[in-house]
């Protein structure tokens, strides 16, 4: 099973920092780790109302099984839980897509 991380980002380049805010963030990259390969998709949901469940949906038809963003809500949170999708928390404003990537595949 490949390991394919989500990450928020506020733009659309791996060079782009990333976005602290999860079902509201710009744009995701989906990053497969077993492939090294990624995609960059801009966020379908951001001006949803219930844009960070919506998202969740969109990232499990993705196969995502890991995700690195700044902040969820308690609705996401627990519906990841229930969903078995890892959330890793950062915290680091100005940490640019490229250099998650390379943390996670070194």
């Known amino acids: 099973m490949d390991k394919i991380f989500a990450i928020t980002s506020a ?8 976005d602290l805010r999860f ?10 780790v077993n ?5 960059i998709v801009e966020n379908p ?17 993705c ?7 700044g902040e969820i809500g308690p609705k996401v949170s627990a519906l990841l ?11 680091e404003v100005k940490m640019k897509i490229k250099e998650i990537m390379d943390r996670i595949n070194p």
């Open 45 to 61: 949901y951001k001006e949803d109302e219930n844009s960070g469940i919506n998202l969740v949906a969109f990232l499990k038809e």
């Open 23 to 32: 079902g509201k963030c710009e744009n995701v990259v989906i990053f497969n």
């Open 11 to 18: 733009g659309k380049t791996e060079k782009s920092f990333i």
């Open 63 to 69: 196969c995502v099984t890991s995700i690195i963003t």
């Open 35 to 39: 492939k090294n390969q990624y995609s």
């Open 81 to 91: 839980e229930t969903e078995k999708i890892q959330v890793i928390l950062y915290h």
